[in-house]
């Protein structure tokens, strides 16, 4: 049986990056996954911490987004490595919510964003779900230790 999340409000709604998991990670106190995500956007500069501090995740992925801002010039290749150390920190902080993912089994874990094709599956379910493989990839990372 495949694992569908999306909204914050879903059975495994702690899989979403805004569910509200906040961890520790390069020093620094982040209140969500999204969080942490979008300020990496803008590595060494005031916006990584102006993003780490607004209030609510849908306020950090927005300024994440903006292309005002000087998006660091290697990201698409530091991305996934990127989510994947968040992802890990959130569900290894956690011990709710990494029982909860180990208790997927082997169940394949997708992100049913309908207008997502790279984190998600979108909405004809041809997306890469990349968050869904890295969900599935930590969860094999916290069941080897």
Request: hydrophobic share 35%; glycine share 6%; proline share 3%.
């Amino acid at each position: 049986m495949t694992i569908y999340f999306y909204h914050t409000r879903d059975q495994y709604a702690c899989f979403s990056n805004f569910s509200p998991h906040g961890f520790i990670l390069d020093d620094l106190y982040w209140s969500t996954s999204e969080h942490y995500f979008q300020a990496q956007k803008f590595i060494d500069t005031h916006h990584l911490e102006a993003i780490r501090l607004v209030k609510t995740p849908r306020d950090a992925a927005k300024m994440g987004r903006q292309r005002t801002r000087p998006l660091r010039s290697d990201w698409e290749k530091v991305k996934d490595d990127i989510m994947r150390k968040a992802v890990l920190c959130k569900f290894s902080t956690h011990i709710d919510i990494k029982e909860i993912l180990l208790s997927t089994g082997d169940e394949e874990i997708v992100e049913n964003s309908p207008i997502d094709f790279y984190w998600g599956c979108g909405s004809d379910g041809s997306g890469k779900n990349m968050l869904g493989q890295i969900l599935m990839e930590v969860r094999e990372i916290i069941r080897l230790n």
